[in-house]
């Protein structure tokens, strides 16, 4: 029996945990966006969904600033926020390499420190299943969206409790001992983190459908992203590519 941490150790642990991450982030394929395949896919999904070129857009959770610099590559006005400083220093020089004008900023996914209606859109890729307080942090981006913004979560069931899954599991984490010479589990949370966290394996689309529900917004669309996935999953090691067969999706809804 582990006693999940209280807000703020969990908070500093995982700010903690995606700083030591930030340097090899951006090497594994579903992290950074490795191809221009990938590429061309993100830009075509986001299209779809987001408001009108020049809006104002908040990357909630940017990490190393990946769909940040997408975003203004389409011509966004892009501001991104990441508990952990070691991101957003990679997404600094990241903009700055490709000379795209992104404001990144440290922040909190839960309490943001914007004003009401500041933003047309706000996004978040793989930030969903690791908040504390899921419902929270809803109402906060509904708070600094203007209305009739766009709200943006795209997500997944990272590893579900089906044989399968467990099987894929086992096979990757092998594959990593064995041929990569590494610990499989190193980077995880610890128990105690885990235990505060409502999704800690991830979200299935239709829980993160129920919440946006709850919190209001309308319009709800849920787009399933195989394509963007299996683009991912042709370029991965044995060890990735065993394991990454998750309902990846695109949810989004309107203030």
């Given at each position: 029996?582990?006693?999940?941490?209280?807000?703020k150790?969990?908070?500093?642990?995982?700010?903690?945990?995606?700083?030591?991450?930030?340097?090899?982030?951006?090497?594994?394929?579903?992290?950074?966006?490795k191809?221009?395949?990938?590429?061309?896919?993100w830009?075509?999904?986001?299209?779809?969904v987001?408001?009108?070129?020049?809006?104002?857009?908040?990357d909630?959770?940017?990490?190393?600033?990946?769909?940040?610099?997408?975003?203004?590559?389409?011509?966004?006005?892009?501001?991104?926020v990441?508990?952990?400083?070691?991101?957003l220093?990679?997404a600094?020089?990241?903009?700055?390499?490709?000379?795209?004008?992104?404001?990144?900023?440290?922040?909190?996914?839960?309490?943001?420190?914007?004003?009401?209606?500041?933003?047309?859109?706000?996004?978040?890729?793989?930030?969903?299943w690791?908040?504390l307080r899921?419902?929270?942090?809803?109402?906060?981006?509904?708070?600094?969206?203007?209305?009739?913004?766009?709200?943006?979560?795209?997500?997944g069931?990272?590893?579900?409790?089906?044989?399968?899954?467990?099987?894929?599991?086992?096979?990757?984490?092998?594959?990593?001992?064995?041929?990569?010479r590494?610990?499989?589990?190193?980077?995880?949370?610890?128990?105690e983190?885990?235990?505060?966290?409502?999704?800690?394996?991830?979200m299935?689309?239709q829980?993160?459908r129920?919440?946006?529900?709850e919190?209001?917004?309308?319009?709800?669309?849920?787009?399933?992203?195989?394509?963007?996935?299996?683009?991912?999953?042709?370029?991965?090691?044995?060890?990735?590519?065993?394991?990454?067969?998750?309902?990846?999706?695109?949810?989004?809804?309107?203030?």
């Open positions: 029996m582990f006693v999940p941490l209280q807000e150790e969990a908070k500093a642990e995982i700010a903690a945990k995606w700083d030591d991450s930030s340097e090899s982030y951006d090497s594994h394929h579903g992290h950074g966006i191809t221009k395949k990938e590429h061309e896919a830009i075509e999904a986001l299209s779809a987001l408001p009108p070129i020049g809006s104002k857009v908040l909630v959770g940017c990490g190393t600033g990946e769909m940040s610099c997408v975003l203004a590559e389409m011509g966004y006005i892009v501001t991104g990441d508990l952990s400083e070691r991101m220093q990679k600094r020089s990241k903009a700055n390499v490709a000379d795209l004008k992104v404001r990144f900023e440290p922040g909190d996914a839960e309490k943001l420190s914007f004003e009401d209606e500041s933003f047309d859109a706000v996004l978040n890729r793989h930030v969903f690791t908040l899921p419902r929270s942090a809803l109402q906060e981006w509904k708070r600094v969206l203007k209305n009739e913004g766009r709200l943006i979560v795209i997500d069931l990272w590893m579900d409790v089906s044989l399968e899954s467990k099987l894929r599991r086992l096979i990757g984490d092998l594959s990593i001992l064995i041929l990569e590494r610990n499989p589990r190193e980077g995880w949370y610890s128990k983190t885990e235990s505060a966290l409502p999704h800690p394996r991830g299935d689309a829980k993160a129920t919440y946006l529900e919190a209001g917004f309308k319009g709800i669309d849920l787009t399933y992203l195989d394509n963007i996935r299996n683009i991912q999953r042709k370029h991965m090691p044995f060890s990735q590519k065993v394991t990454h067969n998750a309902a990846y999706y695109m949810i989004c809804g309107q203030k």
